[in-house]
Nanobody, 123 residues
Framework: QVQLVESGGGLVQTGGSLRLSCAAS????????MGWFRQAPGKEREFVAA????????FYADSVKGRFTISRDNAKNTVYLQMNSLKPEDTAVYYC????????????????WGQGTQVTVSS
């Protein structure tokens, strides 16, 4: 079992930055990919970014490529999402996820989820 706790959300103006953190606990190894998804009101949960267990490979949704950066510190069992040049359309609840068993861009295949953290970007 893996428990995930997100932090770092908040209210920011257009063009601003936020860094989300997700602390994992439960399993003693960190040999699993981790990712971020987001869900806006009335919309489906969508893929944002993912990172392999080693951190050597990262993947991004086209909508955030060049603005968001995912990283991880396995010594701290923590994954980060640095969000720059934020736009109002980035407003959503952001969820951390771990250990996918299929298409990493689909929320269906991720086994563990955090409770989410709200990000609001004002125009």
């Amino acid at each position: 079992q893996v428990q995930l706790v997100e932090s770092g959300g908040g209210l920011v103006q257009t063009g601003g930055s936020l860094r989300l953190s997700c602390a994992a606990s439960g399993r003693t190894d960190s040999n699993y990919p981790m990712g971020w998804f987001r869900q806006a009101p009335g919309k489906e949960r969508e893929f944002v970014a993912a990172i392999t267990w080693s951190g050597a490979s990262t993947f991004y949704a086209d909508s955030v490529k060049g603005r968001f950066t995912i990283s991880r510190d396995n010594a701290k069992n923590t994954v980060y999402l640095q969000m720059n040049s934020l736009k109002p359309e980035d407003t959503a609840v952001y969820y951390c996820a771990a250990d996918p068993e299929g298409d990493y861009t689909s929320s269906f295949y991720w086994g563990y989820w955090g409770q989410g953290t709200q990000v609001t970007v004002s125009s």
